[in-house]
């Protein structure tokens, strides 16, 4: 059961995480932006790395934004009061699953059948 002081502290982290992610995204934008494809200017190899940058870019900018999706949810349940319980079966979510990732949204059961392709139901 999730005390007052633990769900304090578990918010206080999803909003610090919250506010890196944001500032991540303000900074790194630059490398995501199309490559230039004028190869007079930059040679084959040259332009191979870039792409591979700019694709690498992208893929941590959209696991930023699936990341920063699952913070709000969290923090939309906090102030719901749903906070806690799995959203697949209803169940308490184990405070040590919560203290490790504090957006977690499904106990370890649902979340294992989930990975398998099971959902359970409530």
Known sequence: ?????????????????????????????????????????????????ALQGQAMSQEMERRRHAELRQITIALRRIEDGEYGSCESCGGEIAVKRLEFDPAAQFCIDCANDLERGAPRSR
């Open 1 to 49: 059961m999730l005390t007052e002081t633990t769900l304090a502290a578990l918010r206080k982290r999803l909003l610090q995480r919250q506010r890196e992610l944001l500032d991540l995204h303000k900074n790194g934008s630059d490398a995501t932006q199309i490559v230039e494809l004028d190869q007079s200017r930059l040679g084959r190899l040259s332009r191979m790395d």
